[in-house]
């Protein structure tokens, strides 16, 4: 039982554009979100995050939009960089302290220059 | 200066066998956890600790013992390794009390059983 899908395996972008990658979740006890990034051979590195009670969080190029109705997020990044080609993953918790993070399967982005 | 460091980074093992992975955090976080990505790249938690204490057990098997000699250490012990341990394994911390649920993770323990 998927509690946080991705349902895009790979997505590629040209270099300078916009990446939008998404994310659905189906608890309603979520409330915490939050985007992970991993190059190769290496673990998950925080990218940014967002609590049920905002509707966007930006960093720099990257932008996180939270749709609590439709149970939904995306990432924006722009422009995008070759070096931002990795997996991307979504995660999921309830902000109540001690609790997992329920992670989707992931995005592979491709930045082509 | 790995705020989040395990080791060994790959382990190739027999069936059978007993193999321990160690995690260290540096960043005075207060509470660690062990993550098993399988193949098929799904990230899940398996265990959870704070202040030494276990709060999280997700339905692994008891051959996965975690332990934690203090709040800066979590290591994970595995009994008689089956085919399907095979995966690899990230620990992570985070500090709960700045309430948000941001957790940082190692680089993973590639585990290979043959």
């Known amino acids: 039982d998927q509690q946080v899908k991705q349902n895009s395996p790979s997505l590629s972008v040209q270099e300078g554009r916009i990446s939008i990658l998404n994310c659905d979740y189906t608890?309603?006890?979520?409330?915490?979100f939050l985007w992970y990034k991993k190059y190769p051979a290496e673990g998950p590195t925080f990218l940014i995050s967002i609590s049920s009670i905002k509707d966007k969080n930006e960093d720099g190029r990257f932008t996180v939009f939270l749709n609590k109705s439709a149970k939904h997020l995306s990432l924006h990044i722009v422009p995008s960089q070759p070096g931002d080609s990795a997996v991307y993953f979504c995660?999921?918790?309830?902000?109540?302290?001690?609790?997992?993070?329920?992670f989707g399967k992931g995005t592979r982005l491709s930045v082509i220059a | 200066d790995t705020a989040v460091s395990q080791t060994p980074k790959y382990l190739v093992t027999q069936m059978g066998n007993d193999k321990s992975i160690k995690c260290e955090q540096n960043l005075g976080h207060d509470t660690m956890y062990w993550y098993k990505q399988d193949s098929k790249k799904f990230l899940k938690i398996m265990f959870s600790y704070n202040n030494k204490e276990l709060i999280i057990n997700e339905t692994v098997p008891n051959r996965f013992s975690p332990k934690s000699p203090d709040k800066a250490h979590l290591n994970l012990h595995i009994n008689s390794l089956e085919l399907g341990d095979s995966a690899v394994y990230f620990c992570a911390s985070s500090q709960v009390t700045l309430a948000k649920n941001i957790q940082y993770f190692g680089a993973g323990t590639r585990l290979s059983v043959l």
């Open positions: 608890n309603s006890m979520f409330d915490y």
């Open positions: 995660a999921a918790s309830r902000n109540s302290g001690n609790t997992p993070l329920v």
